[in-house]
């Protein structure tokens, strides 16, 4: 028979020291792989909010433009709004007509955003120019 002072010496497991220490090692893995999880999160919903803001943009700058290409008289305005399907009710859109040094030529600047607070930061802008075809 092995005497069991010697036993216990051959068999050891993990010290209570050495489990704490995993555990904690581990639980600060994990607290960071849940914020890497929670970031990763915010910027696909920011990509995604991104990406629908200049799908709009550019289905409302392409309307402005054959309105003002269209139209007999300069159209120099703003105009802001709301798009009317209700899936989009969270974004806006603002436009504004400007003047070039060429006669027939105009310059339109439109921001779809989704925060009206931080219209910039929170949205997309997209610049165009479109003649009105009048003159020679």
Request: hydrophobic share 40%; aromatic share 8%.
């Amino acid at each position: 028979m092995r005497s069991s002072g010697l036993q216990d010496r051959n068999e050891r497991g993990f010290t209570l020291l050495e489990v704490i220490v995993a555990v904690a090692i581990l639980g600060m893995s994990l607290v960071t792989l849940l914020g890497l999880q929670i970031k990763t999160i915010r910027l696909q919903q920011i990509s995604n909010r991104t990406t629908v803001a200049t799908l709009l943009a550019q289905e409302k700058i392409t309307e402005k433009m054959i309105e003002i290409g269209e139209s007999e008289s300069p159209p120099f305005y703003s105009e802001s709004g709301e798009f009317e399907d209700e899936t989009f009710e969270q974004y806006g859109w603002e436009y504004t007509v400007t003047a070039t040094e060429a006669v027939t030529l105009f310059r339109i600047d439109l921001t779809v955003f989704w925060d009206e607070k931080d219209k910039t930061a929170q949205g997309v802008t997209l610049s165009s120019f479109v003649s009105t075809g009048t003159g020679s």
